[in-house]
């Protein structure tokens, strides 16, 4: 174990100002303008403690150094001195190393053997062990565990005449707000820099301490608690709410808060994790428009009401995938199909389609469209006939490529102006077996006509022999 002594002071965006840093705060307050400063995203702690430079943080110096020695550093706004040391007693006693771990593992104060005075140990926050899990305690500075003093005004010097500058009435002053209203005149009175900086003493930097184990492997992945979670999880770092996100142990009702985040990494980490419910996955998909979560999808089992939401959605992608998925419902179809162009309708077309779905590409008059509902095979009759009537030639010309079509396509195709489709249906296999078929009926009633004919000369030529015969013989005179 190590500990490294700190002392930070933030610059005030709103009077530029130093406002000290005693301890992990969550807020810069500070006491001379009010102004609150958020430690978040540039300003959030593992910035700050690692000097703004992602290779590199106070730790990992503070093993560099030898005891007593550190680092004084200053870059705008941040003004820090780091130096390897165990904490110090403002008596000036040293608390050696052993009896700094002894008390805080038995979670003690750490009491000054010299002058009785105390230091607080505090197991460390999680603003601290997110970014560091190597940090163990904090000691001297305040946490966010801990109870806060907040922004302490200290009392109001009776002395002090306050007075109001349009009606000379006395102004009650809490010091909560810089401008004062009058209890008479309601006239609004501004506090000088004097009376401000008395009712507001400046806070000084003061030291405080970080103990850290040295020896911890800091490279892997971190188990995290549920508290870890829920920390990171409304974290204003979007890099730790994805890492939240892609947690095999983040509870539904994280999971619930974070398919809403803006930003697209950490959607995209909730879905690449696999443990998305289907119902989460269904809202997140009805209104995502990052293609590259969208993607994910290609590789899931999804189920019908996934499927919905991906034809609700607007994106064209969402759209796509529901399009060439096999198991999208035939009302959803029918959706996608209403307005499909592009590579939507490349999709609907490399897939089998009802004959619903067919019947409203058939009715466009996009040539795209038409040719989709021209070769699928289950296209009704009522829309093949009207696609023999398409005013684009190749479409009439597809037709003539279909192994079988209905007696009205065939009339309508061999009575085409377009000599070329014509000339195709004259070769159609449908129309060479009825011309067959009409040849071979023709054969038929010939030679049964010839037949008959025949039959009929012979009876005839009998008859008229044997009346010969019997006027030969006299018998018929």
Same mark, same amino acid.
């Given at each position: 174990?190590?500990?490294?002594?700190?002392?930070?002071?933030?610059?005030?965006?709103?009077?530029?100002?130093?406002?000290?840093?005693?301890?992990?705060?969550?807020?810069?307050?500070?006491?001379?303008?009010?102004?609150?400063?958020?430690?978040?995203?540039?300003?959030?702690?593992?910035?700050?403690?690692?000097?703004?430079?992602?290779?590199?943080?106070?730790?990992?110096?503070?093993?560099?150094?030898?005891?007593?020695?550190?680092?004084?550093?200053?870059?705008?706004?941040?003004?820090?001195?780091?130096?390897?040391?165990?904490?110090?007693?403002?008596?000036?006693?040293?608390?050696?190393?052993?009896?700094?771990?002894?008390?805080?593992?038995?979670?003690?104060?750490?009491?000054?053997?010299?002058?009785?005075?105390?230091?607080?140990?505090?197991?460390?926050?999680?603003?601290?062990?997110?970014?560091?899990?190597?940090?163990?305690?904090?000691?001297?500075?305040?946490?966010?565990?801990?109870?806060?003093?907040?922004?302490?005004?200290?009392?109001?010097?009776?002395?002090?005449?306050?007075?109001?500058?349009?009606?000379?009435?006395?102004?009650?002053?809490?010091?909560?707000?810089?401008?004062?209203?009058?209890?008479?005149?309601?006239?609004?009175?501004?506090?000088?820099?004097?009376?401000?900086?008395?009712?507001?003493?400046?806070?000084?930097?003061?030291?405080?301490?970080?103990?850290?184990?040295?020896?911890?492997?800091?490279?892997?992945?971190?188990?995290?608690?549920?508290?870890?979670?829920?920390?990171?999880?409304?974290?204003?770092?979007?890099?730790?709410?994805?890492?939240?996100?892609?947690?095999?142990?983040?509870?539904?009702?994280?999971?619930?808060?974070?398919?809403?985040?803006?930003?697209?990494?950490? =959607?995209? +980490? @909730?879905? !690449?994790?696999?443990? #998305? *419910?289907?119902?989460? &996955?269904?809202? $997140?998909?009805?209104? /995502?428009?990052?293609?590259?979560?969208?993607?994910?999808?290609?590789?899931?089992?999804?189920?019908?009401?996934?499927?919905?939401?991906?034809?609700?959605?607007?994106?064209?992608?969402?759209?796509?995938?529901?399009?060439?998925?096999?198991?999208?419902?035939?009302?959803?179809?029918?959706?996608?199909?209403?307005?499909?162009?592009?590579?939507?309708?490349?999709?609907?077309?490399?897939?089998?389609?009802?004959?619903?779905?067919?019947?409203?590409?058939?009715?466009?008059?996009?040539?795209?469209?038409?040719?989709?509902?021209?070769?699928?095979?289950?296209?009704?009759?009522?829309?093949?006939?009207?696609?023999?009537?398409?005013?684009?030639?190749?479409? =009439?010309? +597809? @037709?003539? !490529?279909?192994?079988? #079509? *209905?007696?009205?396509? &065939?009339?309508? $195709?061999?009575?085409? /102006?377009?000599?070329?489709?014509?000339?195709?249906?004259?070769?159609?296999?449908?129309?060479?077996?009825?011309?067959?078929?009409?040849?071979?009926?023709?054969?038929?009633?010939?030679?049964?006509?010839?037949?008959?004919?025949?039959?009929?000369?012979?009876?005839?030529?009998?008859?008229?022999?044997?009346?010969?015969?019997?006027?030969?013989?006299?018998?018929?005179?």
């Amino acid at each position: 174990m190590l500990s490294v002594q700190l002392r930070l002071a933030l610059k005030c965006p709103g009077c530029d100002s130093s406002v000290p840093l005693n301890g992990v705060f969550k807020n810069a307050d500070c006491t001379r303008c009010q102004e609150v400063t958020p430690l978040t995203k540039r300003f959030r702690w593992s910035e700050l403690l690692n000097y703004w430079n992602p290779s590199m943080n106070v730790f990992e110096a503070t093993k560099e150094h030898r005891p007593g020695e550190g680092d004084h550093s200053a870059w705008s706004p941040l003004k820090m001195d780091s130096i390897r040391a165990w904490p110090t007693c403002p008596c000036g006693h040293v608390h050696e190393k052993s009896q700094v771990l002894a008390a805080a593992e038995r979670g003690d104060d750490l009491t000054c053997t010299t002058c009785s005075m105390t230091l607080r140990i505090h197991p460390a926050p999680a603003l601290l062990t997110r970014p560091f899990p190597q940090v163990r305690y904090v000691i001297g500075g305040s946490v966010p565990s801990a109870p806060s003093p907040g922004r302490v005004i200290p009392a109001r010097q009776e002395s002090a005449a306050i007075n109001c500058s349009n009606c000379g009435g006395s102004l009650h002053v809490s010091g909560e707000m810089r401008t004062v209203s009058c209890q008479f005149c309601s006239t609004p009175n501004y506090l000088g820099d004097e009376l401000w900086l008395r009712l507001h003493p400046p806070t000084r930097r003061e030291p405080w301490w970080i103990v850290f184990d040295d020896t911890a492997d800091t490279s892997g992945p971190t188990e995290h608690t549920l508290e870890d979670l829920l920390f990171m999880a409304a974290s204003d770092n979007e890099m730790e709410r994805a890492e939240a996100a892609a947690h095999p142990k983040l509870p539904v009702e994280l999971m619930e808060r974070m398919i809403a985040d803006e930003e697209g990494d950490v =959607r995209h +980490a @909730l879905v !690449q994790s696999g443990r #998305l *419910p289907q119902a989460l &996955l269904a809202v $997140l998909f009805e209104r /995502e428009s990052y293609s590259e979560i969208l993607e994910l999808a290609e590789g899931m089992t999804l189920t019908e009401p996934v499927l919905h939401a991906l034809s609700l959605n607007t994106d064209s992608t969402a759209q796509r995938i529901a399009a060439q998925h096999p198991d999208t419902a035939e009302a959803d179809l029918l959706l996608l199909t209403s307005n499909a162009h592009g590579r939507l309708l490349e999709a609907l077309g490399n897939r089998a389609l009802p004959a619903s779905a067919l019947h409203l590409l058939a009715k466009r008059g996009d040539r795209t469209a038409q040719r989709i509902a021209v070769r699928a095979p289950a296209t009704a009759a009522e829309d093949l006939a009207r696609l023999a009537s398409s005013s684009h030639h190749e479409i =009439r010309a +597809a @037709l003539t !490529q279909r192994p079988s #079509l *209905p007696d009205e396509v &065939l009339k309508t $195709l061999l009575a085409d /102006e377009d000599p070329e489709v014509s000339a195709r249906m004259q070769q159609h296999p449908v129309y060479v077996r009825a011309q067959k078929e009409k040849r071979r009926r023709r054969l038929l009633i010939g030679g049964g006509v010839t037949a008959v004919l025949g039959v009929l000369g012979l009876a005839i030529g009998a008859v008229v022999a044997l009346v010969w015969f019997l006027i030969q013989k006299g018998i018929l005179s």
